[in-house]
Structures are given as structure tokens and as C-alpha cells.
């Protein structure tokens, strides 16, 4: 379901406008919403940062320039939908500019780590939004079960389940995810 641009435009206005508010981490537009996300926990961000560490690694190889790095917003205003995954594949000159979110263009990989209250979301919601914005690749990881999904385009019609300790490959990456650790 798209958002009418005129009313995404406002939203992102108003995301833009929102004061910081503790405990609370992301905001994302999703369904004509502003959707605020609550911080994650440590082994969230352990994860991520594993994560990257292993894709990082491997990039200098596979796509030279290229970064896994988490924190900026993913935008497809055609969509109505701003996203901030846990990490992104893209090229590190994408954030050398004024703009304010990356393009689903630039993203080759979109990584979230399915966080303890609102899983559907993850399994869901951006499932969907990340095929239709045509994120090659959406890596899915759930410490919850201490499983995961690689889903690939197109539209994502293909995936991969996995369980912690298995290596994985995600497009041309390989991931030891024995370095992953489930929710206490």
C-alpha cells in the first residue's frame, strides 16, 4: 500500500521535527504512520555489530567501496515508507552527501535483527516493504528462536532458513552465524 505523496511529505516533515525522546530509537514511516521504535537491547546491537564486522571483511573482495553499516534511513517517498534498518549494505560514498536518507537503489543488502516486542513487523511488514522497494537481498535475524531467513529477489519468493551456528550464505557473502546469540 503506497501513502499519498502529499501526506508522506508531511509525515517526513514531521519525523523531521520530533524531539529525541528517551528509550525511544528510530522513527519510520510505514502505512501513513510515524512509527516510533523502542531502543534495542545489547545483544540486538551485537548482532548488528558482528554482523557488519563479517560483511565488512569480505566487501574489499566482493564490492570494493562498499560498507555494512547501520543507522541511516533507508527512503522510497513513492512508496510513503522510511525505514532505518539495523544494517545496510551501499556504497560508502552514498552518505557523503546533504540527504537525508539512502535510496533502495544504492542498498544491495537490508539486515534486521528481530527485536523481542514487535516481531511481526520484521517478518511482515518490511518483508514486504524491502521486495517492493527491491532490495536485492533482506537478512532476517531472530535471536528470539536463534534462527534466521535470507530472502532474495525477486520478490523475495526465495528464501533460506537457518539456525545459529550454521554458515550462511547471503548472496555473495558467507556468515558464521555461530557468532550470534539469543535473548536471555
Known amino acids: 500500500m503506497s501513502t499519498d505523496p502529499a ?3 508531511r509525515l517526513r516533515e514531521i519525523a523531521d521535527q520530533l524531539p529525541q525522546v528517551p528509550g525511544i530509537g528510530k522513527v519510520e514511516i510505514a ?3 510515524i512509527v516510533m521504535m523502542m531502543s534495542p537491547v545489547n545483544r540486538h546491537e551485537l548482532a548488528v555489530l558482528r554482523i557488519a564486522r563479517q560483511l565488512n571483511a569480505q566487501l574489499p573482495q566482493t564490492h570494493p ?7 541511516a534511513d533507508l527512503e522510497d517517498a513513492g512508496l510513503g515508507r522510511l525505514r532505518n534498518p539495523d544494517l545496510m549494505v551501499f556504497p560508502e560514498a552514498a552518505l557523503d552527501t546533504e540527504k537525508p536518507a539512502l535510496l533502495p537503489h544504492q542498498v544491495l543488502l ?4 528481530v527485536s523481542k516486542s ?3 513487523n520484521d517478518y511482515k511488514n518490511k518483508v514486504h516493504d524491502y521486495a ?3 532490495i536485492p537481498l533482506y537478512l532476517l535475524i531472530d535471536p528470539r528462536k536463534g534462527t534466521g531467513v535470507v530472502h532474495d529477489l ?3 519468493e526465495s528464501r533460506k532458513d537457518f539456525t545459529f551456528g550454521d554458515t550462511v550464505t547471503v548472496g555473495p557473502w558467507s556468515l558464521d552465524t555461530s557468532v ?3 535473548y536471555t
Open 154 to 156: 525477486p520478490g523475495y
Open 132 to 134: 517492493v522497494m527491491g
Open 110 to 113: 537490508v539486515v534486521e535483527i
Open 118 to 120: 514487535d516481531p511481526e
Open 31 to 33: 502505512d501513513g504512520e
Open 180 to 182: 550470534l546469540r539469543t
Open 65 to 71: 567501496g562498499y560498507v555494512a553499516h547501520g543507522g
Open 7 to 9: 501526506v508522506y511529505a
